[in-house]
């Protein structure tokens, strides 16, 4: 039966997602096509291998509209026979790039592919592309949409997450994102972003704050109160009228942080790697996605990977490490509460409440992580998942070889 | 054309008048959405036409709408295609005259609502009478239709998303002042003038509407610019929270502006059309239009007015007990013309009561709603006494003191010695039958139940209760002076708790209920609004008193002895009275906790008295409780209809919605059973007296009707015609 593996993956350091962020002066084209180069340049491989590169990018509109996987393919000098494609999976795009290109593998149809992402959200802002999920009242009235901040503190409300809960754990998630810098275990994929002279612009991940404690987070307000007030807990609590009220726990730091930023993952079958005389680092053991229900949002991630799990003949407990998108903190808790993960075992460097989600790319970031802190701590098997807009999940277990 | 007559003057304007033949005011009749389609083409096509006038053959007004007997009848008698065209038809009739290439205006010398005001808004120029008796909207959606004839498209076009939607949503209609401040009206000019002014328009006005330039931009943006698409994002939220989803035509109007304003406008009035004709073949739009509209209208004539009995005028009533009730039906009273004596024990409470009436016409007074002369003729009107003598002379007594049978028949002989012959009593109870209260009155015929409801000044409803021995000419009475008072009066006979109570209580009670079954009380109180009940079971029977309700229900054991079946309800009022001295809000403390800074939250010790069972809901679970509260309501008022305590379904469903606010999206308890069919209702209430008790079990006639297929007001119909 075919396979595939993964060869490479890596990333940029993330930028602050404003106009003071140090990637801001960097298009996204250019934040795209420097990582294809960097998977070239690190593999020397020729890129007529490539037989397609899938990009996510959230906001595919102006300098990240039409398609800008090809454009990023011919920016990076790839073989012109590579071809583009940008894919929308919201926040999961990054994950779902790596999955459609190890399906193309699997299905023979490519022999190498790269999946990957890219989300300048300082140059193109979040929200700008509009959508008849959140604006067309066919679709927001039926499916009792509410924005994804609210749907997080629907979470915690359900689930009994305290504000407490919320922020301890992403005081710890600054902690561990901290460490995990200190000891350099992102070097393996880190590729600095360069200006046009070649000189680095940006070298690690600037959004963190390490010096985030609980007082200090205690000090935010609540952010998606006032979007509560202006209607939205009403559709909420119709939608979940066990509710007497939405507690409105997350705020800026306890949410993920806005950043620029790309990623790409190599895979290819056995033999394409044979070919490009590269070795594998990972095999993709098993892919799935699932919708969940929407107007909550965010519960995917759990639904998904017990999908997963159960196709694999696996259970939770078989999974020495996951990487799961800190969009908010209540979708982490609320997964370890519903598979019963322990924490240790939980995106054990951080996530994007530390570090940042750019939209896009993030998927494939998390899975570059994970292999990185599985073959530095020798674990065999891991799980990356994304919770999504809309009610969505995606997952991807990984296992080294 | 029989409806608009045009006149072209010396200077080539047209006078377009329009003038229903044979009624007293215009409506946009068959015949007159026929003849529009004729007045665009005139107007392009005479050359010797320059421009155009519209105006109104009647002192009633411009046009009070479309007449919904004609399109409801047209349109109940076509399919989807043809109901279109007729819908469309007018659309295009109008947009033809706004495109015809010459200035039209609009010369609103009265009124101009729904499709009225639409005519107005296809003109290119609108100027109304500075008169603040006269209404310019778009009302559609308050009986659960949308507004047509371009009106979801054309006001948003005109001043805006945000300003637009409370003018469609909700309906709200404007004074001409407002209109104009909002931009939909050019000018408001003295009465005399408005003619004029109109033609002085025509002569140098352009013939363009904004929206057919090309550099037309919408104000505040469309559905896709960024300021639109956060209005669009928080509006369907807004519009949920207050709808809780029960309204097809509030989401269809809003669906029409999102499609419509992406269109050019002969698309956007097809969108429109048909989302009017899609909301007119629910089942909400037809009940809400039968109970709100048509049979309120029929009701405030005096439907259930026995035949044959002489108009009868109270001129003086006197209101024995001046606590807020009593203050209350002296105020209306007193707004109405009537000269009315209020009675209380001392002087002191009396002057207290009328002191009440004083605030209301004060706060109306200085909302400008009310004139110095008219404020000071109504409190004139108000005679404060504890001296039974100046009850002489009244038409009608009506006794509003606490509800205890001794007090009622200790003021009921005190009046009626002053009362003569022929004067009617009425009792203001809500709970203790008339038949009883009639055994204390020397002249039972001449007695009878007068049930307003709280606040009377803000209540539309008066339930008029007919006693063993009330006579029609006393029934006629009580209707005539309900009427006098602007209240929309029902007639039902003696029972416990009457129609209105009785209904009621069963929401209550069966919110109780689910409490003690062990449903979480925060799903509870919120699947009680989502069924389109003004408040949740719990929040309201902590307004009504939670003492109150255990009162009731403890003397209806009482009065029932062995047949009344105690089950958990009773208990956990019981505990909540007894044990925790609970009363409701009047004491800040019931099924909720009310801080004096600070929204009510429900009280924490609740889990003790009810252990909570059920704490998370599926979709399938919510539908299932909802049914629960709405049919447990339901089932009441047709067992009221079975007995007789009730007998016209337009009385049962009118004082429902307007007596305790029962879903107004189902037109009522019997347009609800009528709507989903005898059969399938009965089948439902023995599914549900099955599973939560005997209380939900359907009645005979129910089966009845489900067994011949018939249906409440069919059968009402067929009775009437016989």
Known sequence: ???????????????????????????????????????????????????????????????????????????????????????????????????????????????MAIGGGVESMSRVAIGSDGGAWAIDPNASIKNYFVPQGISADMIATLYGFSRDDVDAYSVESQKRAAKAWSEGRFKKSIVPVKDSLGLTLLDHDEHMRPSTDMQSLAALNPAFAAFGDMGFDAVAIQ??????????????????????????????????????????????????????????????????????????????????????????????????QALDVPHDKMNVNGGAIAMGHPLGATGAMILGTLLDEMERTDKATGLATLCIGGGMGVATVIERV | METFKIEVDADGIALITFDVPGKSMNTLTLQAMKDLAEIGPRLKDDAAIKGAVFTSGKTTGFCAGADLNDVMGALAKTDAKAGFELVNGLSNALRAIETCGKPVA???????????????????????????????GLPEGKIGLIPGAG?????????????????LLEGKTLRPQEALGMGLLNAVVPADQVLENAKTWVKTGGAVQPWDKKDFKIPGGGPYHPQGAQMFMVGSAMLRKSTYGNYPAQINILKAVYEGLQLPMEAALRIES???????????????????????????????RPAGIAPWEAKKVSV?????????????????????????????????????????????????????????????????????HHVKGSDLVVEAVFENRELKAKVTALAEAELSADGVFGSNTSTLPITGLAEASVRPANFIGIHFFSPVDKMGLVE?????????????????????????????????????????????????????????PALIDNVGRMTGMPRGPLEMTDDVAVDLAYKIADQTAKDLGDAYVRGPLDDVLKALVVGHERFGRKNGKGFYDYPENGSKTLWPGLAEIAPVKIASSTPE?????????????????????????????RDADVGAILGWGFAPWTGGPISLIDTVGAAAFAAECDRLAKTYGPRFAPTQQLRDMAAKGETFYGKAAKSKAA
Not at chain 2, 494 to 512: A, H, I, K, N, P
């Open chain 2, 621 to 649: 679970l919510v539908a299932e409780m909802k049914m629960r509260l709405l049919y447990r309501q339901a089932v009441e008022a047709a067992r009221c209809m079975e007995e007789g305590v009730v007998t016209d379904p």
């Open chain 2, 464 to 520: 008029i209760i007919k006693g063993a021995k009330t006579s029609d000419e006393t029934i006629a009475r009580a209707i005539d002076y309900v009427l006098k008072i602007k209240k929309t009066p029902i007639v039902v006979n003696d029972s416990r708790g009457f129609y209105t109570s009785r209904c009621f209580m069963t929401f209550l009670q069966e919110g109780v209920q689910m409490l003690a079954d062990g449903y979480a």
């Open chain 1, 1 to 111: 039966m075919a396979e595939a593996y993964i060869y490479d993956a890596v990333r940029t350091p993330r930028g602050k997602g404003r106009k003071d962020g140090s990637l801001h002066e960097v298009t996204a084209l250019e934040l795209a096509s420097q990582q294809l180069q960097a998977i070239r340049d690190r593999n020397g491989l020729d890129t007529s291998l490539v037989d397609d590169v899938i990009m996510g990018c959230v906001m595919p509109l102006g300098e990240q509209g039409g398609d800008i996987a090809r454009a990023a393919v011919l920016q990076a000098d790839y073989s012109q026979t590579t071809s583009g494609m940008q894919v929308n999976r919201f926040c999961a795009s990054g994950l779902e790039s790596v999955n459609i290109a190890a399906a193309k593998v699997l299905s023979g149809e490519a022999d």
């Open chain 2, 106 to 136: 609009a010369a609103l010398n009265g009124l101009a609502l729904g499709g009225g005001f639409e005519l107005a808004l296809a003109c290119h120029y609108r100027v109304a009478a500075d008169d603040n008796k006269i209404q310019v």
């Open chain 1, 239 to 336: 939608r979940y009228p066990e509710m007497e009220k939405v507690e409105h726990v997350h705020h800026a730091g306890n949410s993920s942080g806005i950043v620029d930023g790309a990623a790409m993952v190599l895979v290819g079958s056995a033999e394409a790697g044979k070919t490009a005389g590269l070795k594998p680092r990972a095999r993709i053991k098993g892919m799935a996605s699932i919708g969940s229900e929407p107007s909550i949002m965010l519960t995917g991630p759990s639904a998904v990977t017990e999908k997963l799990l159960k196709k694999l003949g696996m259970t939770a407990g078989d999974i020495d490490l996951y990487e799961l998108n800190e969009a908010f903190a209540a979708v982490v808790l609320r997964f370890m």
């Open chain 2, 320 to 388: 024995l007990g001046a606590g807020m009730m009593g203050a209350g039906i002296a105020y209306v009273q007193a707004m109405a013309g009537i000269d009315t004596v209020l009675v209380d024990v001392t002087q002191e409470a009396a002057d207290k009561g009328k002191g009440h009436v004083e605030d209301l016409v004060k706060k109306q007074a200085s909302r400008g709603r009310m004139t110095p002369e008219k404020a000071e003729k109504v409190l004139g009107a108000v005679h404060p006494t504890s001296d039974y």
């Open chain 2, 274 to 304: 048909r989302y009017f004709v899609k909301t007119l073949a629910t089942p909400q739009a037809k009940a809400m239009i039968r109970t709100l509209f048509v049979s309120m209208q029929e009701l405030g004539k005096g439907a259930a």
């Open chain 2, 151 to 167: 009106g979801t498209q054309r006001v948003p076009r005109m001043i805006g998303v945000m300003a637009a939607a409370p003018l």
